[in-house]
Nanobody, 124 residues
Framework: VQLQASGGGLVQAGGSLRLSCAASGRTFSNVAMGWFRQAPGKEREFVAAFSRSGITSYADSVKGRFTISRDNAKNMMYLQMNSLKPEDTALYYC???????????????????WGQGTQVTVSS
């Protein structure tokens, strides 16, 4: 699976952004997909993900503010980010893997296909 993330940018605190991830190369519907982020000097952290069966999971820090969605017909995944905070500033990556299961979907190490990242900067 090849992944291309886009949609990042500079936004004021309280604002919104929608990230997109375009996937190509294989059947999209039977693949777990997720969003991770990495701030400077920090490890890559889980943001949100879909299991292969469509179950969603969110990090506590984004629950209620971010919404993950996917359009299998278009091979697209999205992350709608509302009520953004300065601490959401990071490089956001989309990831996919057919072997990820429910117990591993929150772990970056479980994913073997990554997009190039899109920068999100939230000013205070």
């Amino acid at each position: 699976v090849q992944l291309q993330a886009s949609g990042g940018g500079l936004v004021q605190a309280g604002g919104s952004l929608r990230l997109s991830c375009a996937a190509s190369g294989r059947t999209f519907s039977n693949v777990a997909m997720g969003w991770f982020r990495q701030a400077p000097g920090k490890e890559r952290e889980f943001v949100a993900a879909f299991s292969r069966s469509g179950i969603t999971s969110y990090a506590d820090s984004v629950k209620g503010r971010f919404t993950i969605s996917r359009d299998n017909a278009k091979n697209m995944m999205y992350l709608q980010m509302n009520s953004l905070k300065p601490e959401d500033t990071a490089l956001y990556y989309c990831a996919a893997d057919s072997s990820v299961i429910l117990t591993t979907m929150r772990f970056a190490s479980a994913y073997h296909n990554w997009g190039q990242g899109t920068q999100v900067t939230v000013s205070s």
